[in-house]
């Protein structure tokens, strides 16, 4: 069997599907879909999202220089994939999709009240680099829904029920097969 060349930007799968929440200058918010998502640094924690130019909520990240990355559940599935077709520029999202607005505790934008991990940025780069513009942005802050804590209060994103897209679909992520270091870890 031979190999077959494929789209390079099609080939790194799966990626996270969020939904990316914003604030315009006038006050108006917005939700897209953004699958070019991820973590870029640790220390200080930062992370990106690429976005197209003719995307309605374009001008409004370059405008307010904030934006909320909100993870995305299997019940959220549905919303996250109408508001990656739809622009906000014709009807509002989240009414659309049936979304709730929760108060960012470091930025303007909404929170999307259903997602169980909103990440609050603030740009700090923006990257022209052909389809898509590149955002470099810091976290801010991070909001958690209590109940993905354990009782000594780490983060348990198994909870979740997080989803990933890859080639057109949207998957749940599954079980855990192995945690970071358990290849070299000792046997007792």
């Not at 801010?140 to 993905?148: N, T, Y």
Request: charged share 25%.
């Amino acid at each position: 069997m031979g190999k077959q060349v494929w789209e390079p930007c099609s080939i790194l799968s799966p990626v996270p599907a969020v939904l990316v929440t914003v604030r315009g200058k006038s006050q108006k918010d917005n939700v897209l879909t953004i699958a070019w998502c991820g973590t870029v640094c640790s220390s200080p924690a930062m992370v990106s999202i690429s976005v197209r130019k003719e995307r309605f909520s374009y001008e409004m990240l370059r405008e307010s220089g904030e934006f909320v990355i909100n993870l995305v559940t299997e019940e959220l599935v549905r919303a996250a994939d109408y508001c990656g077709v739809r622009s906000g520029k014709n009807e509002d999202k989240f009414i659309a999709a049936g979304l709730h607005k929760a108060p960012g505790t470091k930025v303007a934008a909404p929170l999307i009240a259903e997602s169980p991990v909103n990440i609050e940025c603030r740009i700090t780069e923006i990257r022209e680099l052909g389809s898509h513009d590149l955002f470099l942005a810091e976290v801010a802050a991070v909001d958690i829904d209590e109940k993905l804590l354990d009782p000594k209060g780490r983060l348990m994103l198994d909870r979740a029920g997080l989803v990933a897209y890859a080639h057109g679909q949207y998957f749940p992520l599954g079980e855990a097969i192995g945690s970071f270091g358990y290849s070299v870890k000792k046997k007792h």
